[in-house]
């Protein structure tokens, strides 16, 4: 049963960092124009990435 | 005189940011796709000037960096109008506003429940396991419960900080709202699950506890989303009605500025189709002005010198030079003003739905929970039993599904309505909606489209004037050109600011104009009319009425086959009024009313117990908009009406008000069967936790599933309330 100690905190580790990409992604605007990110990716002209400004 | 139109000058717009570099918000229009946004962003970029230009098409604004410290909007403005892209300048001070700190601190918060719940339930599986036999040894045990502490308790201090903050700010007006028993749930929870676990305990609550909190994340999640959308869409209609001014200085030069930054004394000038930006006297030019906004009458008024003219007129005829007598602020009619402050006073009282249920079962439930504490001591469980017990029962009566009743509803309603084009502003406004038995109209611009229509006139009569009326931009000139379709235009075109039109059709002199201007007197004052004839001949007389949208009558008739009764209350004249009501099937009506007279019918109403709705548009309907039980306006409305309103419809259809009405409905049926389910689901609940029949597994279940039963029934809003 030792090896519990050694897995939970691993795994809680592993979920941390989900945690902190997604304090990432909404720190820096990618939910504020999900319909136009979606087609930026497609389309080589256009900018693409989160807008900075926003 | 035809008017060129001038480059406009919006440099007012322009925002300078940190690198001192020209930045302006347009709202643009039109964008449906990818592809528009790829034209719209290149099309911006190769405007003079702008060094990028980025496009968010999810609430259409395109925010445009300038090379140097200032740029020219206009040009870019046009360049997308060519493009078929109408784009108009956002006001910095409203475009702020777009910055969502709520909303996003909401999404964290929701992150870190979904975050704490799913790694505290890794913890507490194996202890539920324990409970179908495999007996997990005591001591794994605790370790368990310590991880999921670990993991839970900062999670659910963090993301319950939403409810805790509301909770506080309620009960220090001493008032209980239903955050109240959701934050002691958490934190007594809590409390309980550590003691338990110090006291190797088999019933700890930690993954409980974050669970309720990530469950009622989700829907004040989107509820806020939801809400920051129609708030948005609603300043996107204000601001197409963009409030700017032009001045002109001592030297003669016009330079636009917002509306905000007019001082009194300054000179304004205000072309034929816009709009007086504040109240003002007229120095120079004449001109014919639309009241229908302020006043509600359709006739328009000859302006000339001297004359003094209000906020929200429109300029229809001539070019007007205008001394500025009140700011902007003080323009829009203190008086309007201060009856709106103390309609929307009466109206804050409103007890909602959820509050109502709030202040029934915070009693109930912590008196129960305290006499499952008394109650077990007494009667030989020992303390810790006993409270317990206690706690069990705050957790398993479940604040969740009660919490979420309410606002799943009105999450669900709201993006039904915002899917139709109407926007709600607070979920209050369709509780109130829903209560509402007796509906008010405005006639200009509700009932009716608020431009006027040529009435019948014999064609041949119709297509002698046509020509003279295509050469003119005055809207009962444009309605007579409508009626009469496509063909030649007048030629040596004067308009004569104030009176009419002059030019040559065939080789005839013409004239078409007002009465004066033809040199007959008018027989009837209340009716709007246009006359025309050729120099030397006899004068025809052209009527002309506000036109009727197109569904008024079916409207009307589906609030009376609802069992509301229909009233009309216009500032109009009594003929063009009393048409309008027989056209739409109104019996009720009255005419001439002030902005005052309108309040106190409401008053009246009000204390004869019917609740009203009101729909208005007009400057001297706000007061009323403001004091009636509910309130609609439709989006063309002046900004003071749309502020006022509880719900804004765009589109041409006066449909909305009865599928409002119909969707307000159901929400109540769906709230209350909600709420008629948690109370049997706690009827329930309650005995079984106070008979000790709750452990952990239990709880999660219960919890879980009574909130999943009130949003599935939330969701059959979009399946029920009524067809378009």
């Known amino acids: 049963m030792t090896i519990v100690l050694l897995l939970a905190p691993f795994s809680l580790v592993l979920a941390l960092t989900g945690l902190a990409a997604f304090w990432w992604t909404i720190r820096s605007g990618q939910y504020e124009d999900p319909k136009g990110d979606a087609a930026r990716i497609l389309d080589d002209h256009l900018a693409d990435g989160p807008n900075p400004d926003v | ?724």
């Open chain 2, 1 to 724: 005189m035809t008017i060129a139109l001038a480059p406009r000058d919006l440099s007012a717009f322009v925002t300078q940011d940190d690198t001192d570099h020209g930045r302006v918000e347009l709202l643009v229009t039109g964008a449906r796709c990818a592809g528009c946004m790829a034209k719209i962003e290149r099309v911006a970029a190769a405007a003079p000037g702008v060094s990028a230009a980025r496009f968010n098409l999810t609430t259409g604004k395109l925010a445009v960096s300038f090379a140097g410290r200032n740029g020219d909007p206009a040009l870019i403005i046009d360049a997308l109008e060519k493009e078929g892209y109408p784009a108009t300048p956002f006001d910095p001070g409203k475009a702020e506003a777009a910055h969502d700190k709520e909303g996003r601190m909401l999404a964290l918060a929701l992150g870190v429940a979904g975050f704490g719940a799913g790694n505290a339930m890794m913890f507490t599986v194996p202890v539920w396991a324990g409970f179908f036999g495999q007996e997990l040894d005591p001591s794994t045990r605790q370790v368990m419960y310590w991880f999921a502490a670990l993991v839970a308790t900062p999670c659910a201090l963090f993301a319950g900080q939403p409810f805790f903050r509301s909770a506080w700010a309620s009960l220090r007006k001493g008032k209980a709202n239903m955050d109240v028993p959701i934050s002691i749930g958490v934190i007594l929870t809590l409390i309980v699950s550590f003691s338990e676990t110090i006291q190797h305990g088999a019933h700890a609550y930690f993954d409980a506890a974050v669970t309720l909190l990530f469950l009622l994340l989700i829907g004040r999640y989107l509820d806020h989303k939801l809400r920051a959308r129609a708030r948005s869409a609603a300043r996107d209609l204000l601001a197409l009605q963009a409030p700017v001014a032009t001045r002109i200085d001592d030297l003669g030069v016009e330079r636009t500025i917002p509306v905000g930054e007019v001082e009194v004394g300054d000179s304004l000038v205000v072309v034929p189709g816009d709009r007086i930006p504040v109240n003002a006297i007229v120095e120079a030019g004449g001109s014919d002005l639309d009241n229908a906004l302020i006043t509600g009458e359709t006739a328009s008024l000859a302006v000339g010198p001297g004359a003094v003219v209000n906020a929200g007129a429109l300029n229809l005829s001539g070019r007007l030079v205008l001394r500025v007598l009140a700011r902007s602020e003080d323009s829009a009619i203190a008086a309007i003003a201060r009856l709106m402050e103390a309609g929307a006073q009466s109206r804050s009282n409103y007890v909602q739905l959820a509050d109502k249920a709030a202040a029934l079962y915070v009693p109930v439930v912590h008196t129960l929970a305290a006499l499952t504490f008394a109650g077990g001591w007494a009667l030989g469980l020992g303390p810790r039993e006993a409270l317990l017990r206690a706690a069990a029962v705050l957790i398993v009566t479940c604040p969740c599904a009660l919490g979420l009743a309410v606002p799943a509803v009105q999450i669900v309603s709201s993006g039904r309505l915002f899917r139709k084009g109407v926007l709600v502003k607070t979920g209050a406004a369709l509780e109130r909606l829903a209560e509402v038995d007796h509906v008010v109209f405005d006639k200009t611009g509700v009932l009716t489209e608020g431009r006027p229509m040529l009435l019948d006139a014999p064609p041949q009569v119709l297509a002698m004037a046509a020509p003279l009326a295509r050469a003119s931009r005055h809207p009962l000139a444009r309605a007579l050109a409508e009626a009469a379709g496509c063909g030649e235009a007048a030629t040596e075109v004067t308009e004569v600011a104030g009176m009419g039109v002059e030019g040559v059709i065939d080789g005839r002199r013409a004239r078409l104009g007002r009465a004066a201007f033809l040199g007959v007197e008018t027989l009837h004052a209340d009716e709007t009319e246009l006359w025309f004839g050729f120099d030397g001949d006899t004068r025809v007389r052209f009527t002309f009425e506000d036109r009727l949208r197109s569904d008024a009558a079916a409207t009307v008739a589906q609030l009376k086959a609802m069992g509301l009764t229909v009233e009309v209350l216009s500032g109009d004249v009594a003929g063009p009024v009393l048409r309008a009501a027989n056209a739409a099937g109104i019996d009720r009506w009255s005419a001439g009313l002030t902005p005052f007279d309108k309040v106190a019918v409401l008053d009246r109403l009000k204390q004869e117990g019917r609740k009203v709705l009101m729909v208005g548009d007009g400057l001297n309907d706000a007061a009323a908009i403001a004091r009636a039980h509910a309130s609609m306006a439709p989006g063309s409305a002046v900004d003071a009406s749309q502020n006022a309103a509880d719900l804004v419809f765009s589109g041409g259809l006066l449909d909305a008000v009865p599928f409002s009405l119909r969707v307000a409905r159901a929400a109540r049926s769906r709230a209350m069967e909600n709420f008629a389910f948690s109370a049997l689901y706690n009827v329930v609940a309650a005995p079984a936790a106070m008979f000790g029949l709750v452990n952990p597994l239990v709880a999660a279940v219960a919890m879980s599933g009574s909130s999943l039963v009130v949003t599935l029934n939330a969701l059959r809003m979009n399946l029920t309330g009524g067809r378009r």
